[in-house]
């Protein structure tokens, strides 16, 4: 079997060092995955990560990550930046739960053999005999785009989970708590949190999560295909 080639190379940010074995091991994430198989974004990988074209991230990805890194901050007792935020945003986002034994950005690494898939889940919630609870976060119309992460097509969450219980862990609850927000960023119409939240369950099943792992080895191996193939062009 062709060793897989991937844009992007592994290297170990645990504290502990538990992964340095996996050091130089080719990676990718959830969110890569869904770049290469979305026809919407697959253009915007290539220029991505094959010809490491820089992009912006977009008035809303912008948001999303300000809203993110206030509630890590909160979370874990630093001062929160504010500049992307309003009043209203700093509130609604303040009120929001912040329980003990959390972990904001926890280190997620599932080693696939041949290659190495790594995440942040935005918070994991440590609980008494080993249970766990996976939280995503999520900013945008809950109308609109709470169904998707209550289907069965939004992994991240419950791939997550997965690699916590090989570690040991008790899957509790699997979720995404969604911020709605409205706005288009006009002048007019700025982006901001509506004040409505909704936590969403995306329920862990390890056979749905391995069923999609299978996935995760045929899209690698596209990737691979395919930049080994505009490496030997391109040098």
Known sequence: MAE???????EDKSPDGKYKHLNGAPKIS??????????LYHADYLKNYFLKISLPSGIFAEFGSACGEYIESKGVGTVPNTDRLCDTDVEILGGIEYPENSIYEDLIVIDMGEFVIEGYADRCIYLPE????????????????????????????????????????????????????????????????????????????????????????????????????????FG
């Not at 897989?4 to 592994?10: G, Q, V």
């Not at 109308?143 to 916590?164: N, W």
Request: proline share 4%; aromatic share 14%; glycine share 6%.
């Open 30 to 39: 959830y969110s890569q995955i869904n770049s290469w198989v979305d026809p």
């Open 4 to 10: 897989l080639i991937l844009p992007r190379i592994f």
């Open 130 to 233: 080993n249970e766990l609870i996976v939280e995503d976060f999520k900013t945008g119309s809950i109308a609109k785009k709470g169904g998707f992460y209550a289907s069965q097509d939004y992994m991240q969450t419950k791939l997550y989970a997965f690699e916590k219980e090989n570690l040991g862990y008790k899957i509790k609850d699997c979720k995404v708590l969604m911020l709605d927000r409205a706005g288009n960023g006009s002048e007019k119409h700025p982006i901001r949190l509506t004040g409505k939240t909704q936590y969403i369950p995306t329920p862990y099943n390890r056979k749905e999560v391995e069923k999609y792992l299978k996935k995760i080895k045929f899209v690698a191996k596209d990737i691979s295909d395919c930049y080994q193939t505009y490496l030997k062009i």
